[in-house]
């Protein structure tokens, strides 16, 4: 295995671990409320409320990792050897990373928030990563 394909696999080994983490969080916060029921999040939490942001942090990313996760794992199979694509991968990542602190932090309303701009450099590098797929299937 070379360099390039390591630096992908560690990346997108540490994303699932990210996403662990975000499920731990969301569950746990979630299950300590008063009369917590397994399944459901109080309609009337909005962002002031931890337990929302971590229950929306998880639920964001998992809408998220569909178009991730099949762009990296089919580039897995066809054995995509780009430098770019694995900096694609680490970008992605660390925007995910940023984008959980900040919405784990950060309670606001505001449209965009802090963590809108990280959520965008995560799609960006998520068609960074499609588009370098596309070519190599041409």
């Known amino acids: 295995m ?17 996403l662990l983490i975000q499920w731990v969080v969301a ?10 029921v397994p399944g459901k999040i109080d309609e009337n939490l909005s962002h002031d409320s931890f337990v929302f942001r971590a229950h929306r942090t998880f639920h964001n990313t998992l809408e998220n990792s ?14 995509v050897q ?4 694995a900096i694609g991968i680490w970008t992605y990542l660390l925007a995910r990373i940023v984008h959980m602190v900040l919405y784990y932090t950060v309670a606001t309303e505001k449209n965009p928030s802090p963590r809108t701009y990280f ?10 990563m499609l588009v370098i797929l596309g070519l190599g299937l041409i």
């Open 119 to 128: 959520f965008l450099i995560g799609v960006a590098a998520n068609v960074v």
């Open 2 to 18: 070379n360099d390039v394909a390591y630096t992908g696999y560690i990346a997108f080994y540490l994303y699932l671990v990210m």
């Open 66 to 79: 569909a178009l991730f996760a099949g762009t990296v794992l089919l580039a897995f199979v066809l054995n």
């Open 82 to 85: 780009s430098p770019i694509f």
């Open 27 to 36: 569950t746990f916060s979630k299950s300590k409320q008063p009369d917590a």
